[in-house]
């Protein structure tokens, strides 16, 4: 993908400002028979803000999407976006402005890049004229007069967020959005994200890839049983779930013993020992205790790592 600042058109009218709720529901419910894909959730997403939804597959993201844009009725509750209700008769206008990438991108192989995007352009209203933009946008400009069925897995996905991209969104969905794409295409990606957050786009992404997203949303939502059993900033959701810290301690071997006995007074739930390192686990209220402790050591610490602990861990945490 390429990055350039330059967007496939002007922005839509103002969806809301900054801080402002866009997305918002209430109670929500989904019910297949007898089967809770979604189970009275209630999420806040604010305006300009790049959310995480995560969860198991299975946990009810994809469904809760499509809720959200209308394209499956709830059972139960209430979904605004935008300040419209999603059921109501002022969510059509309001949906003209909303950018959607599902986790199954499906294509007609025998059409190339550019009438792809020419063929949703009409859907969605769009100049046509506009298609070569947002190929480019997304690095597949000398890609365009290819067939799909010539794309890569990679490609596909490309082209699946160019579609989403036609329009000039205010709020994006993306749904599992960097499957298939390698190492720099993600960075692009996200690099993209980034220029649109400074635009005032308004952006909800879901991942299996944890890592990929614990430093680049500004909050989260863990999903589970079709239910949201915890939101907030990566930090908040640290500090609430009190998850052990760890640090990593290298040392002389000679040493070793000597930042154990250092270390033993303190309110640590372990210390574990090895031939040139000490690792110990200890609640964050003691964080600063054990870094002063092994500043007395009169350079006996060769160094030091302190890991926090990993979206992944909280995921497994709250969704256990």
């Given at each position: 993908?390429?990055?350039?600042?330059?967007?496939?058109?002007?922005?839509?009218?103002?969806?809301?400002?900054?801080?402002?709720?866009?997305?918002?529901?209430?109670?929500?419910?989904?019910?297949?028979?007898?089967?809770?894909?979604?189970?009275?959730?209630?999420?806040?997403?604010?305006?300009?803000?790049?959310?995480?939804?995560?969860?198991?597959?299975?946990?009810?993201?994809?469904?809760?999407?499509?809720?959200?844009?209308?394209?499956?009725?709830?059972?139960?509750?209430?979904?605004?976006?935008?300040?419209?209700?999603?059921?109501?008769?002022?969510?059509?206008?309001?949906?003209?402005?909303?950018?959607?990438?599902?986790?199954?991108?499906?294509?007609?192989?025998n059409?190339?890049?550019?009438?792809?995007?020419?063929?949703?352009?009409?859907?969605?209203?769009?100049?046509?004229?506009?298609?070569?933009?947002?190929?480019?946008?997304?690095?597949?400009?000398?890609?365009?007069?290819?067939?799909?069925?010539?794309?890569?897995?990679?490609?596909?996905?490309?082209?699946?967020?160019?579609?989403?991209l036609?329009?000039?969104?205010?709020?994006?969905?993306?749904?599992?959005?960097t499957?298939?794409?390698?190492?720099?295409?993600?960075?692009?990606?996200?690099?993209?994200?980034?220029?649109?957050?400074?635009?005032?786009?308004?952006?909800?992404?879901?991942?299996?890839?944890?890592?990929?997203?614990?430093?680049?949303?500004?909050?989260?939502?863990?999903?589970?049983?079709?239910?949201?059993?915890?939101?907030?900033?990566?930090?908040?959701?640290?500090?609430?779930?009190?998850?052990?810290?760890?640090?990593?301690?290298?040392v002389?071997?000679?040493?070793?013993?000597?930042?154990?006995?250092a270390?033993?007074?303190?309110?640590?739930?372990?210390?574990e020992?090895?031939?040139?390192?000490?690792?110990?686990?200890c609640?964050?209220?003691?964080?600063?205790?054990?870094?002063?402790?092994?500043?007395?050591?009169?350079?006996?610490?060769?160094?030091?790592?302190?890991?926090?602990?990993?979206?992944?861990?909280?995921?497994?945490?709250f969704s256990?």
């Amino acid at each position: 993908m390429t990055d350039t600042s330059s967007a496939p058109n002007k922005p839509n009218s103002r969806v809301a400002s900054s801080g402002e709720a866009v997305i918002s529901a209430r109670g929500v419910h989904k019910h297949y028979g007898a089967i809770k894909a979604v189970d009275g959730v209630d999420l806040e997403v604010r305006g300009g803000e790049l959310f995480g939804l995560i969860g198991h597959n299975g946990a009810g993201k994809s469904t809760l999407f499509k809720m959200m844009l209308g394209l499956t009725a709830a059972t139960a509750g209430e979904i605004r976006i935008g300040g419209a209700l999603v059921n109501g008769g002022d969510f059509r206008a309001v949906r003209r402005t909303v950018g959607y990438l599902p986790e199954n991108v499906v294509l007609y192989d025998n059409l190339s890049g550019l009438e792809t995007l020419h063929f949703f352009s009409r859907l969605k209203g769009v100049a046509p004229h506009l298609s070569a933009a947002a190929l480019a946008r997304v690095g597949l400009a000398d890609a365009a007069q290819r067939r799909v069925g010539e794309y890569s897995k990679g490609m596909r996905q490309r082209l699946g967020f160019a579609q989403a991209l036609l329009g000039s969104p205010r709020i994006l969905f993306l749904d599992e959005p960097t499957s298939g794409l390698d190492p720099e295409a993600i960075r692009s990606f996200y690099a993209i994200l980034r220029q649109l957050q400074s635009e005032g786009v308004t952006m909800v992404i879901s991942s299996h890839i944890l890592a990929e997203i614990q430093e680049r949303v500004d909050r989260l939502a863990i999903m589970a049983a079709g239910r949201v059993q915890a939101s907030g900033t990566v930090q908040g959701l640290r500090e609430e779930m009190d998850l052990p810290l760890r640090f990593a301690v290298k040392v002389a071997p000679a040493d070793v013993a000597a930042v154990q006995a250092a270390l033993g007074h303190l309110p640590v739930s372990a210390i574990e020992a090895a031939a040139e390192q000490v690792t110990v686990h200890c609640r964050r209220e003691a964080k600063m205790a054990v870094i002063e402790a092994l500043a007395r050591l009169d350079g006996r610490v060769l160094d030091l790592t302190v890991r926090e602990p990993s979206l992944e861990d909280l995921f497994f945490g709250f969704s256990d």
